[in-house]
């Protein structure tokens, strides 16, 4: 039995590129993203041809977004910052190919899972190459704790939840090699020692067993969190949390109880989009407050955004999220149920992780944010376009 049914891959450019894209993200993000661009392209040329499927609501909140970025520019403190980042326009367009790569085909359920099958090869390799990477690194010297990222664990729970739901709901079909996945996912999720990622996927896995009443997932993922605290480094890092919530610490304590109460009076219009500095930070900070070398961001989605793009820039995204949960938890099509759930809680986790880390400007991992949305498109447009003709093809 093949690891993907050919029928999913039928004249569907848009979907081939796509999960090609994805199963190489996690590895390489230059390499990854040149099939997302190039997905992202087609997409664009096929809307202007107006033979493609556009989700209103999502773009005017994307389109809104993009304006909020350029207009933040005119009045940066730093703008060349923001102007390094504004290629990332281009890639926006990969919501609509992700919708429309899927809802232009007959079997609108396996095209979701073909994409969520691409994330879940490309995470489990880079669970591969972690494995032969980490003990290298170690080798030569750099410390346990330093050797991992604050990318690839995000790309670690994500994964971990996508197969959830696809082992959930294509038992049959699924070959028995996708069971060689779960233990890259999970090794990769240790071995980066990110407290924050743990956390939220601890909630999210607990949360998501409690929505689809799976019980033996629940009971493996506490035999897992339990086998996982013998691990001495897992214990030492745990235990280090005592230190982290210290002011003195000088890491996101201070940004948040120091810096973000001092800055964000100051710019209530914001500083531009990707405008603030170690510099800026230090310079609000009182006499005899220790700060880690090099943080340039808040480590919080809403306190960045909000320092970047002001009161408007903040209310703005989070009107655009609750909209995006809104359409992840509503009910839905019964064929499709878990996977729309494995995709809603996938946005949870990394939602949740957004509260320590400013992952929604993190390269990477905006990608994956971008395809999720567009696979919760896909679950809220499924009732409407069953109408459609379905020799419609993208």
Not at 72 to 99: C, D, M, N
Not at 233 to 241: A, D, F, H, P, Y
Not at 374 to 391: C, F, P, Q, T, W
Request: proline fraction near 4%.
């Amino acid at each position: 039995m093949k690891l993907f049914q050919k029928s999913s891959w039928q004249q569907a450019p848009l979907l081939m590129l796509i999960s090609l894209g994805l199963m190489i993200l996690p590895i390489s993000n230059s390499m990854g993203q040149v099939p997302l661009y190039m997905a992202s392209a087609i997409w664009l040329v096929q809307v202007f041809r107006r033979k493609t499927t556009v989700d209103k609501v999502t773009w005017v909140l994307l389109l809104g977004w993009m304006l909020l970025i350029l207009v933040s520019l005119g009045y940066a403190v730093h703008p060349e910052l923001g102007i390094r980042k504004l290629s990332r326009f281009l890639i926006f367009p990969l919501v609509g190919a992700v919708t429309a790569s899927c809802l232009k085909q007959r079997d609108r359920a396996g095209a979701m899972e073909t994409i969520m099958k691409g994330l879940v090869v490309g995470v489990s390799a880079l669970g591969i190459y972690d494995l032969f990477l980490f003990p290298i690194q170690m080798h030569g010297g750099t410390a346990f704790q330093d050797v991992g990222n604050m990318t690839s664990p995000q790309f670690f729970l994500v994964g971990l939840m996508c197969w959830l739901g696809l082992m959930s709901v294509d038992r049959v079909r699924l070959h028995k090699a996708w069971w060689l996945c779960l233990p890259l996912l999970l090794a990769g999720l240790l071995l980066h020692q990110k407290r924050g990622v743990w956390l939220a996927s601890v909630i999210t896995i607990g949360l998501w067993t409690l929505w689809s009443r799976k019980w033996k997932t629940l009971s493996f993922m506490v035999l897992m969190v339990g086998c996982s605290l013998f691990i001495p480094q897992v214990r030492i890092r745990l235990g280090e949390l005592k230190q982290v919530v210290q002011p003195t610490h000088g890491g996101r304590m201070v940004l948040w109880t120091q810096v973000a109460p001092r800055l964000l009076p100051e710019y209530p219009w914001g500083m531009g989009y990707n405008g603030s500095k170690y510099e800026d930070f230090e310079a609000v900070l009182p006499d005899g407050v220790h700060m880690e070398a090099g943080l340039r961001h808040l480590h919080n989605n809403l306190l960045q955004i909000r320092l970047e793009l002001g009161w408007l820039g903040s209310g703005w995204w989070c009107l655009w999220m609750g909209l995006v949960f809104y359409k992840a938890f509503r009910p839905g099509p019964p064929e499709i149920a878990v996977l729309r759930g494995a995709v809603a809680f996938a946005f949870l986790g990394l939602f949740l992780n957004g509260l320590v880390e400013y992952n929604f400007g993190d390269s990477e991992i905006l990608k994956i944010y971008l395809v999720i949305f567009g696979l919760i498109d896909v679950a809220g447009g499924m009732v409407k376009s069953n109408s459609a003709a379905e020799g419609d093809r993208v």
